[in-house]
């Protein structure tokens, strides 16, 4: 057998016929430090031996083969993803590990993880009930776990990478027609949230956006409204967050028939606020209880969906009237770029890929138009 040059790391059989192989790490206290990896056959124990060299190599940390994925997760969450994800997301990225990837995965050593571990685990949350697309956010988050323990040198390949997440199957969107937003909103009538409903079907703002609006957010001279916050609960309590994006924060001209429902609305606000007298909060939202506290997301969608039942229209989510604000541009002829600035979406793709059906139901009354001219 051919000698190993210096630095490269020695392999060995032992008495027991298993091969071992070893790698010097320097000096540490005066006492030479060494890392060990063990195979069943020489080729196993090289390719073991191959990422710790690489790791010493490149004067990266060298792989523990004894820290174990449930911990390092903790670490992720407090060290990595809590100071660089808004609230909201660090809660759901904790839900994850907490009830997913840590019970399941936790145990198995970094080093050690397979991706035929990752597939089990990823089947098996399938065959629990869970959704392609929850399924999917599981094992997003563990590959981003993954991607700083590469990087860290704590695993030498990212394993999560080499599994696919199961695919989520994209359902058309159907808004409500522009009839069906009018009985929607005639439904409404007296409903104290009726602003609310139909200032989510004008402008396209998301359901977080409108519950964050503060008064001093809206100019009626102008017509205007400013999103800077989008409100959620975060650790019990409601709070004002950042925009979801950069392009998030924005502002949006309010059509006439907003500017009414709105004028309307805080005109009975201020009722309320003489009603609630020394009970009352002030928040300064646009949008509140009858105290002048925030209102919860579950209470809207309940509210909303009575409206929908008393409006005879079939039950959606509240995230849908946003859709529609969307259909009704794109239906007058108004171009994605429009719609992007509106929605406050990061990118033309992503308005592209939500709203392509819209402009592909055009292109063919385009077609139908160019049939009446030059038809004969």
């Known amino acids: 057998m051919t000698r190993r040059g210096p630095n490269e790391g020695s392999l060995y059989q032992r008495r027991d016929g298993r091969w071992q192989g070893a790698v010097h790490l320097g000096y540490e206290h005066g006492r030479r430090v060494r890392k060990f990896v063990i195979g069943a056959t020489r080729a196993e124990a090289a390719a073991k031996l191959a990422p710790l060299l690489k790791a010493r190599d490149e004067r990266r940390p060298v792989p523990d083969q004894r820290t174990k994925l449930g911990p390092f997760l903790r670490q992720w969450l ?35 993880l397979t991706p035929a571990d990752v597939q089990r685990l990823l089947n ?13 956010y599981i094992h ?15 695993v030498s390949r990212n394993v999560a990478k080499l599994v696919d997440a199961p695919r989520v199957q994209h359902h058309e969107i159907r808004p409500m027609t522009p009839e069906e937003a009018r009985r929607l909103i005639d439904a409404a009538d ?6 609310l ?18 008064w001093q957010d809206v100019d009626f001279d102008t017509r205007r409204l400013w999103v800077r916050h989008t409100l959620a609960r975060v650790d019990g309590a409601l709070v004002l967050l950042e925009p979801k994006t ?5 502002m949006v001209v309010m059509p006439d028939v907003t500017v009414a429902a709105l004028r309307a609305h805080r005109t009975r606000q201020r009722m309320e606020r003489l009603v609630a007298g020394s009970r009352w909060h002030d928040t300064d939202h646009v949008f509140t209880t009858t105290i002048g506290t925030p209102i919860e997301a579950a209470r809207v969608t309940r509210s909303f969906h009575a409206a929908l039942q008393r409006a005879g229209l079939p039950r959606s989510r509240f995230h ?11 239906g007058q002829g108004f171009t994605l770029e429009d719609v992007k600035t509106l929605l406050g979406h990061s990118s033309i793709t992503l308005t592209s890929n939500t709203y392509g059906h819209v402009l592909e139901r055009r292109q063919a009354q385009v077609a139908a138009g160019m049939d009446a001219v030059l038809g004969g």
């Open 78 to 112: 407090d060290e990595v993803a809590k100071p660089t994800v808004r609230a909201t997301t660090f809660s759901s990225y904790e839900g994850i590990v907490r009830l997913h990837l840590a019970p399941d995965l936790g145990r198995i050593a970094l080093a050690k």
């Open 246 to 250: 950069d392009r998030s924060r924005r």
């Open 124 to 136: 098996a949350k399938r065959a629990a009930g869970l959704s392609p697309r929850r399924v999917g």
């Open 140 to 154: 997003a988050v563990l590959r981003r776990t993954l991607v700083t323990a590469e990087r860290w040198g704590l």
């Open 197 to 214: 409903y139909l200032t989510a079907l004008a402008t396209g703002l998301r359901q977080g956006e409108l519950l964050a609006l503060r």
């Open 320 to 330: 849908d009237l946003r859709h529609a604000a969307a259909t009704y541009l794109l």
């Open 190 to 195: 007296g409903d104290r949230l009726q602003a």
